[in-house]
Protein backbone atom coordinates (compact mmCIF):
# COMPACT_ATOMS: atom_id res chain seq x y z
CA UNK A 1 0.00 0.00 0.00
CA UNK A 2 1.80 3.37 -1.41
CA UNK A 3 0.33 6.31 1.29
CA UNK A 4 0.61 10.30 -0.35
CA UNK A 5 1.66 12.29 2.78
CA UNK A 6 1.40 15.88 1.98
CA UNK A 7 0.29 19.26 3.76
CA UNK A 8 1.33 23.29 2.93
CA UNK A 9 4.28 24.64 4.28
CA UNK A 10 4.85 24.51 8.35
CA UNK A 11 2.10 22.24 8.97
CA UNK A 12 4.03 19.25 10.05
CA UNK A 13 5.22 16.87 6.73
CA UNK A 14 8.62 16.35 8.01
CA UNK A 15 7.80 15.45 11.79
CA UNK A 16 5.12 13.36 10.54
CA UNK A 17 7.29 11.32 8.26
CA UNK A 18 10.34 10.80 11.26
CA UNK A 19 7.33 9.42 13.57
CA UNK A 20 6.26 7.10 10.85
CA UNK A 21 9.91 6.03 10.56
CA UNK A 22 10.60 5.77 13.92
CA UNK A 23 7.37 2.88 13.67
CA UNK A 24 9.60 1.11 11.01
CA UNK A 25 7.80 2.40 7.78
CA UNK A 26 9.67 3.14 4.86
CA UNK A 27 9.63 6.98 3.61
CA UNK A 28 10.96 8.98 0.69
CA UNK A 29 10.63 13.07 0.87
CA UNK A 30 9.86 14.59 -2.94
CA UNK A 31 11.48 17.94 -1.46
CA UNK A 32 14.64 15.76 -0.66
CA UNK A 33 14.71 14.30 -4.01
CA UNK A 34 14.40 17.10 -6.05
CA UNK A 35 17.11 19.22 -3.90
CA UNK A 36 19.57 16.30 -4.74
CA UNK A 37 18.43 16.22 -8.33
CA UNK A 38 20.62 19.64 -8.84
CA UNK A 39 23.55 18.10 -6.52
CA UNK A 40 26.81 19.33 -8.12
CA UNK A 41 28.17 17.13 -11.42
CA UNK A 42 24.66 15.23 -11.37
CA UNK A 43 22.89 14.74 -14.12
CA UNK A 44 20.14 17.49 -13.22
CA UNK A 45 23.30 19.81 -12.48
CA UNK A 46 24.59 19.47 -16.03
CA UNK A 47 20.83 19.65 -17.49
CA UNK A 48 20.58 22.80 -15.23
CA UNK A 49 23.81 24.38 -16.49
CA UNK A 50 22.67 23.73 -19.83
CA UNK A 51 19.68 25.76 -19.38
CA UNK A 52 20.41 28.38 -16.89
CA UNK A 53 23.98 28.89 -17.17
CA UNK A 54 26.68 29.63 -14.23
CA UNK A 55 24.56 32.68 -12.98
CA UNK A 56 22.59 30.48 -10.05
CA UNK A 57 25.79 29.31 -9.19
CA UNK A 58 27.90 30.04 -5.66
CA UNK A 59 31.28 30.18 -5.47
CA UNK A 60 31.48 26.48 -4.26
CA UNK A 61 29.52 25.52 -7.96
CA UNK A 62 27.21 24.72 -6.16
CA UNK A 63 23.55 25.65 -7.24
CA UNK A 64 22.39 29.11 -5.26
CA UNK A 65 19.25 27.60 -3.68
CA UNK A 66 17.65 31.16 -2.08
CA UNK A 67 18.48 33.15 -5.54
CA UNK A 68 16.72 30.39 -7.86
CA UNK A 69 14.09 30.40 -4.98
CA UNK A 70 13.47 34.37 -4.86
CA UNK A 71 13.99 34.39 -9.32
CA UNK A 72 11.97 31.48 -10.18
CA UNK A 73 9.32 31.34 -7.83
CA UNK A 74 7.77 34.36 -9.85
CA UNK A 75 8.85 33.52 -13.49
CA UNK A 76 6.30 31.29 -15.01
CA UNK A 77 8.84 29.93 -17.63
CA UNK A 78 11.94 29.70 -16.02
CA UNK A 79 9.79 27.71 -13.04
CA UNK A 80 8.77 25.21 -15.76
CA UNK A 81 11.74 24.71 -17.02
CA UNK A 82 12.95 23.82 -14.16
CA UNK A 83 10.65 21.05 -13.27
CA UNK A 84 10.74 19.38 -16.56
CA UNK A 85 14.69 19.27 -15.10
CA UNK A 86 13.68 17.92 -11.73
CA UNK A 87 10.52 16.16 -12.30
CA UNK A 88 11.71 13.58 -14.29
CA UNK A 89 14.14 12.60 -11.74
CA UNK A 90 12.17 12.58 -9.06
CA UNK A 91 9.58 9.82 -10.61
CA UNK A 92 12.40 7.74 -11.13
CA UNK A 93 13.42 7.57 -7.79
CA UNK A 94 10.04 7.82 -6.17
CA UNK A 95 9.21 4.30 -8.68
CA UNK A 96 12.44 2.74 -8.06
CA UNK A 97 11.64 3.20 -3.81
CA UNK A 98 7.67 1.89 -4.79
CA UNK A 99 9.54 -0.96 -6.23
CA UNK A 100 11.57 -2.02 -3.66
CA UNK A 101 10.02 -1.10 0.19
CA UNK A 102 9.84 -3.73 2.60
CA UNK A 103 7.46 -2.58 5.36
CA UNK A 104 4.27 -3.32 5.28
CA UNK A 105 3.19 0.00 3.65
CA UNK A 106 5.10 2.86 2.52
CA UNK A 107 4.62 6.88 2.72
CA UNK A 108 5.69 8.88 -0.58
CA UNK A 109 5.68 11.98 0.83
CA UNK A 110 4.89 15.33 -1.52
CA UNK A 111 4.13 18.59 -0.57
CA UNK A 112 1.88 19.47 -4.50
CA UNK A 113 -0.58 16.26 -4.42
CA UNK A 114 -3.78 18.74 -4.89
CA UNK A 115 -1.32 21.20 -7.53
CA UNK A 116 -0.22 17.90 -9.46
CA UNK A 117 -3.68 15.96 -9.73
CA UNK A 118 -1.15 13.38 -8.68
CA UNK A 119 -3.46 11.90 -5.75
CA UNK A 120 -4.55 8.74 -8.31
CA UNK A 121 -0.69 8.11 -7.75
CA UNK A 122 -1.49 6.79 -4.05
CA UNK A 123 -3.82 4.01 -2.23
CA UNK A 124 -4.58 6.84 0.24
CA UNK A 125 -4.09 10.19 0.47
CA UNK A 126 -3.13 11.60 4.19
CA UNK A 127 -2.90 15.26 4.77
CA UNK A 128 -1.98 16.68 7.65
CA UNK A 129 -3.20 19.81 8.31
CA UNK A 130 -2.66 22.93 10.40
CA UNK A 131 -4.46 26.61 10.30
CA UNK A 132 -2.39 29.22 8.68
CA UNK A 133 -1.00 31.39 11.72
CA UNK A 134 0.85 28.45 12.78
CA UNK A 135 1.91 27.67 9.30
CA UNK A 136 3.59 31.25 9.04
CA UNK A 137 4.71 31.09 12.77
CA UNK A 138 6.22 28.08 12.14
CA UNK A 139 7.57 28.42 8.45
CA UNK A 140 9.40 31.92 9.32
CA UNK A 141 10.71 30.50 12.48
CA UNK A 142 11.78 27.20 10.74
CA UNK A 143 12.94 28.84 7.62
CA UNK A 144 14.78 31.89 8.97
CA UNK A 145 11.87 33.33 5.89
CA UNK A 146 10.14 36.71 6.60
CA UNK A 147 6.22 36.37 7.56
CA UNK A 148 5.69 38.04 3.83
CA UNK A 149 7.90 35.76 2.40
CA UNK A 150 5.89 32.65 3.66
CA UNK A 151 2.16 34.35 3.09
CA UNK A 152 3.83 34.37 -0.55
CA UNK A 153 4.72 31.24 -0.26
CA UNK A 154 1.02 30.30 1.45
CA UNK A 155 -0.99 31.70 -1.33
CA UNK A 156 0.61 29.91 -4.21
CA UNK A 157 0.13 26.46 -2.71
CA UNK A 158 -3.61 24.87 -2.83
CA UNK A 159 -6.27 26.11 -0.25
CA UNK A 160 -6.76 24.05 3.46
CA UNK A 161 -10.03 22.77 1.82
CA UNK A 162 -8.82 21.69 -1.72
CA UNK A 163 -6.04 19.46 0.17
CA UNK A 164 -8.70 18.35 1.84
CA UNK A 165 -10.50 17.09 -0.66
CA UNK A 166 -8.52 14.52 -2.04
CA UNK A 167 -7.63 13.16 1.97
CA UNK A 168 -8.66 9.96 2.76
CA UNK A 169 -7.04 10.60 6.03
CA UNK A 170 -6.11 13.79 7.81
CA UNK A 171 -4.31 14.90 11.07
CA UNK A 172 -4.94 18.22 12.27
CA UNK A 173 -1.39 19.53 13.66
CA UNK A 174 -2.14 22.69 15.63
CA UNK A 175 -0.78 21.27 18.53
CA UNK A 176 2.56 19.89 20.41
CA UNK A 177 4.47 17.27 18.65
CA UNK A 178 3.40 14.76 21.44
CA UNK A 179 -0.30 15.36 20.06
CA UNK A 180 0.52 14.62 16.13
CA UNK A 181 2.90 11.33 17.55
CA UNK A 182 -0.41 10.36 19.01
CA UNK A 183 -2.24 10.91 15.77
CA UNK A 184 0.57 9.38 13.67
CA UNK A 185 0.49 6.17 16.09
CA UNK A 186 -3.61 5.80 15.48
CA UNK A 187 -3.28 6.30 11.31
CA UNK A 188 -0.23 3.84 11.53
CA UNK A 189 -2.65 1.03 13.20
CA UNK A 190 -5.53 2.00 10.87
CA UNK A 191 -2.94 1.08 7.78
CA UNK A 192 -1.46 -1.59 9.58
CA UNK A 193 -5.44 -3.23 9.84
CA UNK A 194 -5.88 -2.20 5.68
CA UNK A 195 -2.20 -4.14 4.88
CA UNK A 196 -2.84 -7.04 6.57
CA UNK A 197 -6.53 -7.39 5.39
CA UNK A 198 -5.26 -6.47 1.73
Do not use: W
Not at 141 to 147: F, P
Not at 157 to 177: G, H, K, P, Y
Request: charged share 25%; aromatic share 8%.
Amino acid sequence: MIIGLTGGIGSGKSAAADFFIDLGIEVIDADELSKKALSKNSYGYTLFLKEFGQKYLNKDKEVNRELLRNEIFFDKVKKETLEKIIHPIVSNKILEFINNFKSPYCIVMVPLIFETNSSNNYDRVLVIDCDIETQTQRSSTRDKQTKKQIEQIISKQATRNQRLSIANDFILNNSSLSHLKNEVSKIHKKYMEISNNA
